[in-house]
């Protein structure tokens, strides 16, 4: 529809002062966990039209995810299909111009070199299990920016990780530690018991997921930012006069190295300092 100023899919947010779709569209992004939280940040950068998504996810749908699983339906949790594949197919179905691939594995069972060689610009963290959680976090540190999610009833949390600064293991506590070993047998078998499950609302997911693409939008745009002024400096000693620098127009303050809460009871956000841990086993000093 040439001509028609809503013929666009993007208008609304290239109407975003300083916003760059070419830098979202060449992104690529990886999505740890197909359930609530990966369901909806999935479906936002789809939205946003990121040009190439990976849903990693080894597990299958049961009626328990629907109430907050915005992708998934009553006969994909009869058939027991795989979280993974199913969102990929219903994202790619929402924005045909996203490329979204499922990666039905455990995210344990993935090559050491797959964080840091596949090129992600950001990785989403959107896992209900710590142990997992800490595995994507050693990863991806020194590799690739991780925006790390979790949810529990009317609270939820977002933390961006990048080196220098704060992992996640950096703010582990002794009890923390405790239930990872308490959660594994000699074996090295996990056991379901010592894991019940927590509770969850799809308003809380729908909050920390969007938070969580937010800064992905925030990542990118800044990244994009570097690579340009490489470009300045680079060009400004080749000629008599500066190229100005192309900066993102619009306030971008991250959580990089800090700690966002949020308690949807008291409809209120804090933001904390995530102190890096000089001892943190994932970056010793």
């Not at 760059?20 to 060449?26: H, I, K, L, T």
């Not at 924005?95 to 060689?117: A, G, L, Q, W």
């Not at 006069?241 to 971008?252: D, G, L, R, S």
Request: aromatic residues 8%.
């Amino acid at each position: 529809m040439p001509g028609i100023i809503d013929a666009d899919h993007y208008d609304r947010q290239k109407r975003v002062f300083g916003w760059n779709q070419d830098v979202v569209s060449a992104s690529k992004c990886l999505v740890v966990g197909a359930g609530a939280l990966g369901n909806e940040v999935v479906k936002s950068l789809c939205q946003l039209g990121v040009g190439q998504v990976g849903v990693l996810d080894y597990d299958s749908i049961v009626p328990a995810n629907l109430n907050r699983c915005v992708f998934f339906t009553r006969e994909d949790a009869r058939q027991q299909r795989l979280k993974a594949e199913v969102l990929a197919e219903r994202a790619e179905a929402l924005n045909p111009d996203c490329n979204v691939t499922p990666i039905v594995k455990r995210v344990e069972d993935v090559p050491e070199k797959f964080f840091s060689k596949t090129g992600f610009t950001a990785v989403f963290s959107c896992l209900d299990n710590l142990g997992a959680r800490l595995h994507v976090n050693a990863h991806c540190y020194g590799n690739v920016p991780l925006v790390d999610g979790g949810t529990s009833g009317f609270s939820g949390k977002v933390q961006v990780v990048q080196s220098p600064g704060a992992c996640l293991e950096c703010s582990l506590s002794k009890r923390d530690y405790a239930l990872l070993w308490k959660k594994y047998s000699c074996t090295g078998t996990e056991l379901e018991l010592v894991d019940p499950k927590m509770p969850a609302l799809p308003t809380t997911t729908s909050v920390i997921a969007g938070i969580q693409v937010n800064e992905f939008v925030k990542i990118a745009h800044a990244a994009a930012g570097k690579a340009q002024q490489v470009r300045v400096n680079v060009l400004t000693r080749r000629v008599a006069a500066p190229v100005p620098e192309k900066k993102f127009a619009f306030p971008h303050a991250s959580l990089e190295g800090k700690y966002l809460f949020y308690n949807g009871l008291t409809a209120s956000f804090s933001v904390l300092e995530a102190r890096k841990r000089p001892a943190c086993p994932v970056h010793p000093a």
